[in-house]
């Protein structure tokens, strides 16, 4: 049948075959799929998406300086009011969790008036503060009840 030497060879390419396939099975073992979820967070919001949505649709009046869907951070330009020119606002929504919770939204304004040809920094109702913070949990509540129903 065959000689003592082409039988080795056989059993070495075997081999080498069987150790070519343990180390390719190695690469694609555990680590490939936490490259795949790395690539996937990165274009993933990292936030929660109802309060993300109501918060974007809350500020929508304000030029957006700054939207971080993965940090779960907006900051808008200065807005004026047309009825009221000397004053103007500026906000950051943070949302800090993937939960929608209240605890997991925080609203920072700052507000200045004009006073001359300069822009003055003026107290902020903690009150206005709230009403915006409501305002987005409302708006979030609706939208997942909405998205649950359909």
């Known amino acids: 049948?065959?000689?003592?030497?082409?039988?080795?060879?056989?059993?070495?390419?075997?081999?080498?075959?069987?150790?070519?396939?343990?180390?390719?099975?190695?690469?694609?073992?555990?680590?490939?799929?936490?490259?795949?979820?790395?690539?996937?967070?990165?274009?993933?919001?990292?936030?929660?998406?109802?309060?993300?949505?109501?918060?974007?649709?809350?500020?929508?009046?304000?030029?957006?300086?700054?939207?971080?869907?993965?940090?779960?951070?907006?900051v808008t330009d200065w807005y004026a009011n047309p009825q009221n020119p000397g004053e103007r606002v500026k906000l950051t929504v943070s949302i800090l969790d993937q939960d929608l919770r209240a605890d997991a939204l925080r609203v920072a304004a700052s507000r200045q008036v004009a006073q001359g040809n300069a822009w003055v920094d003026a107290p902020v109702q903690a009150a206005t503060v709230q009403k915006l913070e409501d305002i987005i949990l409302t708006k979030a509540r609706e939208l997942r009840r909405q998205a649950v129903a359909s």
Request: aromatic letters at 6%; charged letters at 15%; glycine letters at 10%.
């Open 1 to 74: 049948m065959t000689n003592p030497a082409s039988r080795f060879r056989m059993i070495a390419r075997i081999a080498l075959g069987g150790a070519c396939l343990a180390s390719l099975a190695a690469c694609g073992g555990r680590d490939r799929p936490r490259a795949d979820l790395a690539a996937a967070q990165i274009t993933t919001i990292g936030v929660n998406s109802y309060l993300w949505r109501a918060a974007l649709e809350t500020v929508s009046f304000a030029p957006l300086l700054q939207a971080d869907s993965a940090g779960g951070v907006i």
